[in-house]
Nanobody, 123 residues
Framework: QVRPVESGGGLVQAGDSMRLSCVAS????????MGWFRQPPGKEREFVAA????????DYEDSVKGRFTISRDNAKNAVYLQMNSLKPEDTAVYYC????????????????WGQGTEVTVSS
């Protein structure tokens, strides 16, 4: 199993960029698909992006396509979320999650979750 830990959140202004990092302790990190989810204030947790065992296998929620990029560095047991052109509606707690092998975009598909990092985008 793996244990994800997120970092990199904070307060930014609309239009700014931010990179979130997630480092996962445990073995065989490269065999896990990794996902980023977010939970806006007062709303359900929602899918943002995911990356498979094969780094070119990625998926994005429609509202972040072209603005967010997910990547991974298996040598560091890390996955990243580069967020550009941030909008106030991107304000949320961002969670990193892991599941064996196959990429997924549903919360129930992921076995291991981090504690989350808060991102606030001011207008």
């Amino acid at each position: 199993q793996v244990r994800p830990v997120e970092s990199g959140g904070g307060l930014v202004q609309a239009g700014d960029s931010m990179r979130l990092s997630c480092v996962a302790s445990g073995h065989l990190f490269s065999t896990y698909a990794m996902g980023w989810f977010r939970q806006p204030p007062g709303k359900e947790r929602e899918f943002v992006a995911a990356i498979g065992e094969i780094p070119r296998d990625t998926d994005y929620e429609d509202s972040v396509k072209g603005r967010f990029t997910i990547s991974r560095d298996n040598a560091k047991n890390a996955v990243y979320l580069q967020m550009n052109s941030l909008k106030p509606e991107d304000t949320a707690v961002y969670y990193c999650a892991a599941r064996p092998r196959d990429i997924g975009n549903q919360t129930w598909e992921y076995n291991y979750w981090g504690q989350g990092t808060e991102v606030t985008v001011s207008s």
